[in-house]
């Protein structure tokens, strides 16, 4: 274990992983502290940057979204100019859930989601018509596992 969390933090951590709306009551109970001293532990984390932030995590599938897709992206451009504008392309793009710097034969790996392929293809329209590109390609997500 790190020095900043021990065991106890851990497990409240994978309780709030979990639900992040459980009472402290809750996660005191499952983890065997008083309610003040979960508390206390949340917000030493927060505070030392061990939980960034508390979010809500959507159904895609309830949002029309059911297509997930992994984009690999290949540039022949390695400026400072270049990859400002693809990170400003990348982050006003609402279906890109993820962007990536890779090492290896790709530059940038993408996680989107969208309803279905024409969708898709939407998507990777808007992006060549964006930023000057050398190679792209897509891997639809057949069955999430984990």
Known sequence: MSETYDALDAKILTLLQRDATQS??????????????????????????????RVAVLNPDAL???????????????????ATAFLKTVRSMPEILGAYR????????????????????????RLIAKVDLQDVSASFVMEELK
């Not at 996660?27 to 939980?51: D, F, P, T, Y």
């Open 24 to 53: 402290v009551d809750q996660m005191g109970e499952a983890v065997g502290l008083s309610r003040n001293a979960v508390w206390r532990r949340v917000k030493r984390l927060e505070e030392i940057g061990v939980i960034d932030r």
């Open 64 to 82: 029309g979204l059911g297509l997930s897709v992994f984009i690999s992206v290949k540039t022949a451009q390695h400026d400072a100019a270049w």
């Open 102 to 125: 890779t090492a290896g034969e790709q530059d940038y790996l993408l996680h989107a989601r969208v309803l279905d392929v024409k969708a898709y293809d939407r998507l990777y329209q």
